[in-house]
């Protein structure tokens, strides 16, 4: 008997575990144990919120649980009598209906050898024995897994570095964007400062906006740039084989530099240059040294996020009607501290190019800089009890934790383990594109593959 333990049913964990259902073999019994902190319907922040008006920032026709069937999810929708274009960016929340019946259908139709437990509880800790892994869940629960996957996913973003570190305590301070009861306590002229100016950040103000909050809203990065809008535009052809020699950022830009300028003479949107990129990011950043992944960092992350990651154009349209309407502030800046006074908090900030310090006082200062990647900043029990007994090490440019390409962790020694396994965020510092459906769906089947031995051979070369 085999028996794998995937720690976290978000959609990584939901997706692995839906592979194994489906591929595992007739002859073979194999115990699968599905383990979340929420219920049995949760799948991570991504999609737990069950706002209609909060979509998909990727267009249906890309978002199907099967590399094989791109257009699954909308083929779903459509039987479903969605009446849905390719193009169309649908309700996140129909997503997780989705994702649930999909992995429903499968468990019902599971072969008889193969054993399935969802447990809702955390994952505390992890032992190795010398021959399995004993995994420790709350009230001294446990049970022995042959391998156990870390789908840990999303952590809260991490807290700004401000001066007055106590007001971090303060409950106008909200560090979990993703909070169903974010907005709960606020009244409707109440002022709220942004920290982030990404995707979270247009998700809060289009809740906002649909409450009919009529209070100043601000929100601060350090450049001030919002996502770019998606745009159904023409394809660029991929120029992979100008940059596949290369392994320093400073020359794959240029080249990068080079198609911008040519696609923008031919009147091509730039975003179809870093598109024909995207099948092959993975295998640009696993050639990069570890000193140009931390230059890539340093330098250009925060203007690849800006075309990488879009928005719907029905999100970009509400915020520019905020914007235009005068009651969406945004500045390009960084918050230095923030200041408790009687029924609010005073943020400090000193605008990009300036140096004088601006305070601006906020009914709530909500945290939307992303989920925190660097392993060593995370507080998380499970994290910490694996980093301190040298289970994990972080990723390469401290992003998630470091493993092979195939998602087997490797420890604090460099040992490549056989028994502890990967993927979605935790992979951000190995395989840098690995954040979206995508890309996980990938990674689920070739873990899956990996686990059930050459059961799903098609996806299973490249890397
Ligand atoms: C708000 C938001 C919107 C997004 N929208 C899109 C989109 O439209 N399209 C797209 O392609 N991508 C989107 N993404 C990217 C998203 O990260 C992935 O699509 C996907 O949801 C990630 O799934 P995951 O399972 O890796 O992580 P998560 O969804 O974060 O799931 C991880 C799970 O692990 C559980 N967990 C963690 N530690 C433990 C423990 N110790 N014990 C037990 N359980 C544990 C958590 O409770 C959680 O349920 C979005 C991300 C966010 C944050």
């Not at 009861?181 to 009244?187: A, K, P, Y």
């Not at 190019?353 to 939307?368: P, R």
């Amino acid at each position: 008997l085999k028996h794998i333990a995937i720690t976290g049913a978000g959609l990584s964990g939901r997706l692995l575990a839906l592979n194994l259902l489906r591929y595992s073999p007739d002859d073979n019994e194999v115990a699968i144990t599905l383990i979340d902190k929420g219920n049995e319907k949760y799948m991570g922040p991504a999609y737990s919120a069950d706002e209609d008006f909060l979509l998909l920032n990727v267009p249906a026709d890309r978002m199907g649980a099967y590399s094989e069937d791109p257009e699954h999810f909308l083929k779903w929708a459509r039987k479903r009598g969605l009446t849905a274009d390719k193009w169309d960016f649908l309700p996140r929340s129909l997503y997780r209906e989705y994702i649930l019946d999909q992995f429903n259908k499968t468990l019902s139709n599971k072969k008889r050898s193969v054993n399935f437990k969802h447990i809702c509880n955390e994952v505390f800790d992890i032992e190795f024995t010398d021959r399995n892994v004993k995994v420790y869940l709350d009230q001294n629960e446990n049970f022995i897994a042959d391998k156990v996957v870390l789908a840990l996913g999303n952590f809260l973003p991490g807290n700004p570095e401000i001066k007055n570190k106590l007001a971090l305590n303060n409950k106008r301070y909200i560090q979990n964007p993703w909070n169903p009861g974010v907005f709960n306590s606020l009244s409707d002229n109440d002022t709220v400062f942004f920290i982030g100016t990404g995707q979270t950040m247009v998700d809060l103000a289009i809740i906002l906006h649909k409450r009919n909050h009529k209070g100043k809203i601000t929100a601060i990065s350090r450049h001030g740039y919002l996502p770019m809008v998606h745009k159904n535009f023409e394809v660029y052809d991929s120029f992979y084989e100008e940059i596949k020699k290369f392994k320093n950022v400073a020359d794959i830009f240029s080249i990068i530099r080079k198609h911008i300028d040519n696609a923008e003479k031919k009147g091509i949107d730039i975003r179809a240059v870093i598109d024909s990129l995207r099948p092959v990011t993975q295998n640009i950043w696993l050639k990069l040294p570890a000193e140009e992944k931390n230059k890539f960092l340093r330098h250009l992350f925060r203007y690849w996020e800006i075309i990488r990651s879009r928005i719907p154009p029905e999100s970009e349209r509400i915020i520019k009607e905020l914007f235009s309407s005068g009651q969406l502030n945004i500045i390009a800046g960084k918050i230095t501290d923030f200041n408790e006074k009687p029924g609010s908090l005073e943020v400090t900030y000193i605008p990009r190019g300036e140096k004088n310090k601006v305070l601006e006082e906020a009914k709530v200062i909500i945290n939307c800089c992303g989920p925190e990647s660097d392993y060593k900043k995370i507080v998380h029990p499970l994290v910490m009890n694996m980093m301190k007994k040298g289970l994990i090490r972080p990723g390469p440019a401290n992003l998630g934790i470091d493993a092979l390409p195939n998602g087997s962790v490797i420890n604090r020694n460099g040992d490549v383990s056989d028994k502890l396994f990967t993927l979605g965020s935790t992979m951000r510092g190995v395989l840098w594109e690995v954040l979206a459906v995508p890309e996980i769906r990938v990674q689920a089947e070739k873990l899956a593959g990996l686990f059930l031995d050459d059961y799903i051979e098609k996806n299973m070369d490249n890397l």
